[in-house]
């Protein structure tokens, strides 16, 4: 059984950064993918970014793109967020997941196992 933890949320000001980490325990990360989602209230859970562990291939949701940055340490069994200038609409509670070679990376149903996600909040 895997287990997932997430860290670094948070409430920061519109244009201000945080750095999520997802740290990992019982298989580690021999998982095909991690992924990072997001879900504000009353809306659908969303994909974020994701990222391959054997190639280190990245996915970024338009939304995020050009302002977030997924990377992963092997050493440390960790996959980091690094969040910039952070807009109020991303305020949401985000989670890491982990999922196997199947599914859609950007699906949120193709994903095995979740952490019990972090809360960040940007101010307008």
């Known amino acids: 059984q895997e287990q997932l933890v997430e860290s670094g949320g948070g409430l920061v000001q519109a244009g201000g950064s945080l750095r999520l980490s997802c740290a990992a325990s019982?298989?580690?990360?021999?998982?095909?993918?991690t992924g990072w989602f997001r879900q504000a209230p009353g809306k659908e859970r969303e994909f974020v970014s994701a990222?391959?562990?054997?190639?280190?291939?990245?996915y970024y949701a338009a939304s995020v793109k050009g302002r977030f940055t997924i990377s992963r340490d092997n050493a440390e069994n960790t996959v980091n967020l690094q969040m910039n200038s952070l807009k109020p609409e991303d305020t949401a509670v985000y989670y890491c997941?982990?999922?196997?070679?199947?599914?859609?990376?950007?699906?949120?149903?193709?994903?095995?196992?979740w952490g019990q996600g972090t809360q960040v909040t940007v101010s307008s």
């Open positions: 997941a982990v999922k196997d070679g199947l599914g859609l990376i950007t699906n949120p149903s193709a994903y095995n196992y």
């Open positions: 019982g298989r580690t990360f021999s998982w095909h993918a």
């Open positions: 990222i391959l562990w054997s190639v280190g291939t990245t």
